[in-house]
Each structure stands twice: as C-alpha cells, then as structure tokens.
Nanobody, 123 residues
Framework: VQLVESGGGSVQIGGSLRLSCAAS????????MGWARQVPGKGLEWVAG???????WSCESVKGRLIISRDNTKDTMYLQLNDLKPEDTAVYIC??????????????????WGRGTQVTVSS
C-alpha cells in the first residue's frame, strides 16, 4: 500500500485546513486508516482515525475541532482541521493497517506510512 498526503500549509491561528491521504496498491475499503503527527523533539502521536467500518476516533486535544472521513470510491481519507492552534503545528502523517490500533497511550504503529505533510499555525 502506498500513501500520499496533501493539503498541508501555513495558516493563522483559528484557520482551517483539509488534509488528504490518497492510497493505492490494495483494497482501500478493507483497511483502517489514521493520522498521526510528529512535532520536532517530541514523539509521534495519533491524532485521529477511521476504521474500515466507518467508526471514527480522535484524541482529546483535537476533539471537536476536526472531522475525519473517507471516500472508498476514491481510495482517499480526509482530515478537516478547524480552529487551528499553534500546538497543532506538526508533520501530519497518514497511516494504514489491518487492523490499526489507535491507542493514544502507545507509540503509533502501522503497516504502512506516508511521508507526511507539514502544517504550520502561526499568529
């Protein structure tokens, strides 16, 4: 499975971004999908995920500020980020697994990873 992220960029505090993750190489609908983020000097953390059956999960720090979705007809997952804060600045990385364990208490692990897209939030 190959994953390619897009949609990152620089925004002001309170702004919004929509990230995309395009998958190829396998049957997308069978896979759980997730977004992790990496801040320099800090560990990788799960942000949100959407399971193959459509059930979603998000971490407490972003809950209420994001919408995660998937379009199985386009083999693409989306992450709508709203009301962005400086602490959201990170490289956002798409991941997939079968299954994918979206547990915020453990270092993220996945079968496949994208290269990431940078999100920078500033005043």
């Amino acid at each position: 499975v190959q994953l390619v992220e897009s949609g990152g960029g620089s925004v002001q505090i309170g702004g919004s971004l929509r990230l995309s993750c395009a998958a190829s190489g396998s049957t997308f609908s069978f896979y759980d999908m997730g977004w992790a983020r990496q801040v320099p000097g800090k560990g990788l953390e799960w942000v949100a995920g959407i399971y193959h059956d459509g059930v979603t999960w998000s971490c407490e720090s972003v809950k209420g500020r994001l919408i995660i979705s998937r379009d199985n007809t386009k083999d693409t997952m989306y992450l709508q980020l709203n009301d962005l804060k400086p602490e959201d600045t990170a490289v956002y990385i798409c991941a997939t697994g079968r299954p994918l364990a979206l547990n915020p208490h453990y270092t993220p692990r996945a079968d496949h990873w994208g290269r990431g897209t940078q999100v920078t939030v500033s005043s």
